[in-house]
């Protein structure tokens, strides 16, 4: 592969590159000269599970990696073990020690279905960061102001619309950016919404006189399956990468067709030219689109399974589409008597919450024993039920 | 002498109070049950010299003493030896920790000419605030917002105008704050302008449950000789409390009458009914208003050195004043042939700078040898000079 080719597939499927020429630099050292690189990823350690959301970066960074790359896998253990103590923050829990330990082996075990080992390496950043200081950190402070930090998107719309902003988070950005100073990282990769954070890491490595100024890979933010909000495990339209094959396999048939080409470009290993022919395909008529969606169903599973289980997941999900029956393996759970529908449902793990529930019952998207139901405030007395949710979710009850 | 006096005398020439009620309780729990309470004051470690201004507020730390406070004096040590790296700051420079400790010992010196050292305590804040570290510091910056921060009326102003304020200058006022929490005080004082870092103090000991909420003593801010800007070393219209009794003396004597009855009110141990009947003298003509400046200038001079020196320095500077001569003990200097004349001026301690030196060449208040000049280029060849600024500063310069 010529360095031009290389450049390509770096190029391809990213949202925004700054600084291309110095990765240009990067990749041609590497390949006349045999001179690594290193590219950092920075990990919230809060959660575990590595979604398809975040493939599209991993996938990124191991071409990288194919191209000379190092990558830095920073566990951002130092914030979590923070915790907001007023409270406040929702999104700022303590985290135990042993519980970030646990997510960053979880962590390694996803990332490396993707990325290679070899070129790997993980950092906790409270290392450098604990070494800061009062003093430490108090400078770094001093490097930026408190009207450029306010122009981070997030930042102004709350600030103009007079939500509270505690001024610990402005900490945050420079922690990132003091990470690439402490690493003196070539490149940062991430989201697009980690623009401003990554800009922040450029900045900091020319005032501490790092030597270097990383360039920056933005990556397009995966919708979720609902095709509008940023895949997330707390919205609960994610697919995870350790997901059974079954339900990972209908989880991408359960999007739209418009979804599926956005999934092809970001997911699909498939060339830009062979997506072009598959939408050619479909739009004269000549390919449906469903077998478009089976076929990109497929490919994700064999990627994070093998290829007998992707067959599987699919003649599965074939017998229960096709037939509509309840399939032969579903949950079950034991409920006590008397309880609401809407919890039932939670409890059964086809509802993430008794209000979207109530919002299903009403649409008529639930079912007990096959049955489409209508009265929100059902109460299940003792006995057996096959519970149903849409098409493809079901769960065996037991009230007892 | 009753709590009610007191209390009185607690509040007299203060600007502000908040919380007057906790200090009523603590002066009660003094004289009833000999209970003991604390008081804080920060001081500036950048520059030693104690003048007229900073003895407002040390004057009213000693009645303070008087009633049962123990004085703690916070030599602001952490962010003196930080500075700002960027350079940018002119306020902001490096001191070295053995100049610190050299100003702090000044202070103290100067300091104990008000204070009782018996009940005062001296703590450098670099003890407790290096020891927050990284992770104390991102939860102190927690506990406060953004915008809250910004309702401070220099960052405000600087805000709107968009003159820069750097992150780092956010943590400050927290810093003063978390000195309040760590000592448990119970009052802090300082001047007006001193108000929210002071407030801040209240809320963390809320925030980080210290038990107790300090109350805040606000004095009024000084004006300087000119009786417009503050009181301030580096705007040269102070008196400093070590200066020479005739200096000390013959400032006093150059203020307004206007800023005369200020001076009283702030700094005279006279009662306001006394003052009340001086000002009334004067109004009706019955006292002359240059007397009743020179009684405030003795006072001035027998507190910071002694009556013998009060009275030396008045015929000192009546026989200067009256007769318009030059004085038998003025200083000498050397200096280098050909010096400019405004570089001499400077140098022979007449003139705080060049620039101010040319400023009164132009309007004719410099002499040589008791000839008024007019030429700021002039130079001045080998031989020996009176030099005179105004009708009370001269020098002796040997041009060598």
């Keep these: 592969m010529s360095i031009k080719e290389a450049l390509e597939e770096i190029q391809r499927a990213t949202a925004e590159i700054i600084d291309f020429e110095r990765i240009e630099k990067l990749v041609k050292d590497y390949y006349e000269n045999g001179k690594e690189y290193t590219i950092k990823l920075g ?75 070899e070129r790997t390496k993980i950092y906790y950043n409270s290392k450098w960061l604990e070494e800061l200081g009062t003093r430490g950190l108090t400078q770094l402070t001093m490097h930026y102001s408190v009207a450029r930090m306010l122009e981070r998107d997030d930042f102004e719309k709350r600030f103009k619309s007079g939500i509270s902003i505690s001024i610990s988070e402005f900490l945050y950005p420079l922690f990132q950016g003091y990470d690439s100073v402490y690493l003196k ?77 956005r999934y092809y470009e970001l997911l699909s290993n498939k060339t830009l030219k062979e997506i072009e022919e598959l939408k050619r395909g479909v739009e004269s008529g000549t390919i449906h689109p469903k077998s478009v969606k089976e076929a990109l169903a497929a490919e994700i599973v064999e990627r994070f399974h093998s290829k007998e289980d992707a067959i599987a997941a699919k003649e599965a999900f074939d017998k229960q589409f096709k037939q509509n029956q309840i399939p032969d393996d579903i949950d079950e759970f034991e409920v006590e008597d008397g309880i609401w529908i809407c919890k039932a449902l939670v409890e059964a793990k086809l509802e993430p919450s008794t209000s979207q529930a109530r919002r299903d019952i009403k649409q008529g998207a639930v079912k007990i024993n096959q049955e489409k139901i209508s009265d929100e405030q059902l109460k299940l007395s003792k006995g057996e039920y096959i519970l149903q949710v849409g098409k493809r979710r079901f769960a065996k009850v037991k009230v007892i």
Excluded: C
């Design 43 to 117: 990990l919230d350690p809060t959660s575990a599970d590595v979604h398809l959301g975040h493939t599209v970066v991993l996938s990124k960074l191991a071409t990288f990696q194919k191209h000379g790359a190092i990558v830095q896998l920073i566990i951002g253990d130092f914030t979590a073990t923070i915790g907001d103590p007023t409270g406040r923050s929702e999104t700022r829990k303590i985290l135990p020690r042993e519980k970030i330990e646990e997510n960053a082996k979880t962590y390694q075990e996803q990332v490396f279905k993707v990325l290679d080992p």
């Design 185 to 261: 990282s070539d490149i940062e990769i991430g989201g697009t919404d980690q623009k401003f954070n990554m800009l922040m890491g450029r900045h900091l490595q020319r005032v501490y006189n790092v030597g270097k100024e990383q360039a920056v890979v933005m990556v397009p933010i995966i919708e979720g399956l609902d095709g509008v909000q940023k895949m997330s495990k707390s919205l609960g339209n994610y697919i995870g990468v350790t997901e059974e094959p079954k339900t990972m396999f209908a989880k991408v048939m359960s999007i739209s067709d418009e979804l599926m080409w």
